[in-house]
């Protein structure tokens, strides 16, 4: 192996013979550069945020379209550096936490690389349907998308055109994230050079021994971040799951905010002091996971087994009513896990229920896995996930115990315009079409009814 200095050379060169042929780095490698660019044009979109009269953003997206975001919303909130707008971030199809958004007092992003994504589509036509004022609105899209055109004939406030290089999970220095960075206060010239500043070699090291652990058979990534910056661990997981996680290879990103260890842990402990610092994080692990991807033989920027759980719930969609799925009685969980559990395994904590149960998951996520011998355990809303650690669930190693939360009934009667099927009807059968898919790579699944998680804790 080359050592670490040539390797961030070929990085920073865009060799695309650092991973296995054939590879999409040809068109995927822009984040290398967008930091720069996006610095140049941090004046621009701080004037652009000083002219939006509304405090709070509500911004519609999913994947890298919204995690980055929800950072960068949270970690100013919490560390209260700075003032700034709220920042609403809706990456769920669950129709209780869609009708609470404060939409009526609210500037709207609507945010979408390719501008064909079901869920921000339905969004946004849901959003107009309470917000009508095309001027309360800006789009964030790749360039020519059905998104672009759409919001140009809408004449909506700005269209904000990313370059088209570079994938969802590496977008966050670009429009994607700084946009909403710029609204929510933060100096975005800061965030770009403290990105700018990473020390890519340190970055590559810590791919390679990230990649290296995970040939081992530490392939558990457990990122120990302080509970002020507890958001991060949403953007590392998709960064790290969707990069690495094909071909039956792959890093289970575990995030938590204390120490967890074991025989297949790789613990990192990521400790920034300040806000800005996510400008330094964000690009720092860019570069790893990019690394991370040349050790493992994989293309970390492709995501081959995404479109299984959309094709899937789109058939269900086409064929309703919704089919019966078999479940099982909450209390069976921990003994299902115990009887399915091998050396190696992790638990997928899977909720497709409303937000706002944070607590209650991090709660269940932690007895399940002081339960079972410290067993890496993760735990995340759908359909989030589906967008974020699903390609690591489908297409990496057959270690996953999947556990698929799935509400009784709807958390609400909420319609969605032009569709002949409501909210609930969608979440329903984005559950039941990831269900499909997880059987169909023979992973281990327990689906269980309930909108209570304290029965399962």
């Known amino acids: 192996m080359a050592d670490t200095p040539e390797l961030a050379r070929r990085l920073e060169a865009r060799d695309a013979t650092l991973w296995p042929e054939p590879n999409v780095s040809a068109n995927r490698l822009g984040w290398l550069e967008v930091p720069r660019e996006i610095e140049r044009e941090a004046r621009r979109l701080s004037s652009f945020a000083d002219s939006i009269d509304q405090d709070t953003v509500v911004l519609l997206g999913m994947g890298g379209s919204s995690l980055g975001p929800a950072v960068l919303a949270s970690v100013r909130d919490r560390l209260g550096e700075f003032e700034g707008r709220r920042i609403v971030v809706c990456d769920t199809t669950d129709p209780k936490t869609i009708s609470e958004l404060p939409l009526e007092d609210a ?89 700018l500043d990473t020390d890519r ?42 990069s690495t996680g ?25 400790s920034p002091s300040a806000a800005h610092e996510l400008g330094e994080q964000f690009f720092r692990f860019e570069l790893a996971i990019a690394m991370a991807g040349h050790v493992l033989a994989i293309d970390p920027f492709d995501e081959p087994n995404v479109a299984e759980s959309k094709a899937n719930t789109n058939r269900v969609l086409d064929s309703l009513p919704l089919p019966d799925v078999a479940s099982s009685p909450t209390s069976k969980l ?6 399915q559990r091998r050396p190696g395994d992790y638990v997928s904590i899977q909720a497709y229920l409303p937000f706002g149960q944070d607590a209650q998951l991090e709660a269940l996520r932690r007895r399940v896995r002081d339960l079972n011998d410290g ?26 115990l999947a556990v698929q939360i799935v509400a009784p009934g709807p958390s609400a009667e909420l319609p969605i315009p032009g569709k002949s099927y409501d909210f609930a009807t969608l979440i329903a059968a984005q559950s039941i079409g990831d269900h499909e898919s997880l059987l169909a790579h023979d992973r281990r699944v327990f689906r269980v009814v309930t909108d209570d998680l304290n029965e399962l804790a």
């Open 107 to 195: 500037f709207i992003l609507v945010s979408s690389k390719s501008g064909t994504t079901l869920e921000p589509n339905v969004l946004f036509d849901y959003a107009r349907s309470r917000v009508s004022d095309p001027t309360r609105y800006a789009i964030i899209t790749d360039p020519g998308t059905p998104l672009e055109q759409h919001a140009s004939e809408l004449g909506v406030r700005h269209v904000f055109s990313n370059r088209p290089d570079i994938g969802g999970r590496y977008s966050v220095l670009s429009y994607f994230g700084m946009v909403p960075a710029a609204l929510a206060g933060y100096d975005v010239a800061e965030l770009c050079g403290r990105a």
């Open 201 to 242: 070699e340190e970055a590559v090291e810590l791919g390679l021994a990230m990649g290296q652990a995970a040939v081992e058979g530490r392939d558990k990534a457990t990122i120990v971040v302080s509970e002020r910056f507890g958001a991060f661990g949403l953007w590392i997981e998709q960064l790290i799951a969707e």
């Open 246 to 270: 094909k071909q039956g290879r792959g890093c289970v990103p575990v995030p938590t905010t204390e120490l967890e260890t074991g025989d297949d842990r790789h613990v990192i402990e990521v």
């Open 334 to 339: 921990l003994e299902w896990i115990t009887t």
């Open 375 to 400: 067993i890496a355990t993760t735990a995340g809303y759908g359909p989030r996930f589906l967008h974020s650690t699903g390609q690591l669930h489908k297409g990496g190693p057959n270690s996953i």
